[in-house]
């Protein structure tokens, strides 16, 4: 998964071949890590492929005859793709063992694979004349729902965990804040700066049903302080604003009412979610002028209110907050959605 942290050797050998300790490849939890884990399981051997489960779907897709041999450049960045040469850097080719397992093209998301397979047209109720794109991740997705338009603009997508994306002219990289760039496109080129915090809707699970939720936050008074200094996670271990993989969670003390309880974690995740947008412009990326919301908590106006209130810009709801919108857009626009 997403945000299963790598075993200290796997770790260590995927640094040991990076050109610099803040790469985007180095963090615990990267692709590349998970290669190492593969590998140093003795599970790597001839004829095998790394497949993200975007490049497994569009093969399944395409039917059996289709060869699974490419990926798309939002995919390969945490296997340390070169998004600006757009290549598979000298580094990673040099070492065998990885170089074995990597896609062999990588394209722009939004590119034509090929076509639904005659086996999948007829489960899936497809014409054969359909067209198969490479996709991209889960949060870029939402990121393309979300309708953004200037630099500086942000999509905060709050699903089970807690993902930002920034539009900028500055690419910025650093493992150490889990802070990393995605190649958005467009002239001048943008760059899509963000993380992923392990914080987010999983831990609102763990105490509240949906419909808990929803009561609870109309008692919530969204501009007072909730006086609780909460840090939710589901479990020890965070990935951005700050990369440390024994980061303990904070839930307590837990008060009488359940009401002040969830104002507490919902508060907790909103600083999470400041600090993370202030750490990109210390990085370099610029400030956050508007923030739109997608996932599942962006139904949630009062959690919307105390995330404005500590951001310190406006935060909206976006109008599509499914990331399925931003992959069927993609795939009626092609690359060129990207920019
Ligand atoms: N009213 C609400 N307020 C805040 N969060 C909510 C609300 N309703 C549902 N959620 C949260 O939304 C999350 C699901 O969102 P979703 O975007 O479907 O997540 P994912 O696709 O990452 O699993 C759940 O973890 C749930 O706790
Ligand atoms: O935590 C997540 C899964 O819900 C994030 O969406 C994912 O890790 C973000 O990756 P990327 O920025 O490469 O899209």
Redesign the pocket.
Known sequence: MYNYSCSAAAVERCRAMLPSADHTASAPTSTLSKVWEFILSGRGGPGQRLVHQADWLASLTMGSGSQISGTDYHNALKLGYDIEKLCWPEWLLAEEQVANLLPQHVVAPGTTLGHVGAESSRWLGLPESCRVLAGTT?SIAAFLAAGTTQVGEAVT?????MAIKMRSLVRVEDAAFGVYSHRLGGNPLQWLVGGASNT???V??KF?T?KA??QL?DEIDAEADSGLDYYPLPSPGQRFPVCDSALQPRLEPRPASDAQFLHGI?EGMARIEAAGYGKLAELGAGDVCRVVT????A??AK?RQIRQRLIGVQVQSADW???ACGSALLALRGSGLLG
């Open positions: 889960d997508s709050l699903g089970s965990t987010g809707g999983v609102l699970r509240f949906d939720l929803k936050s919902l997608a996932g599942g908590g139904k949630n959690w907050t499914e990331a």
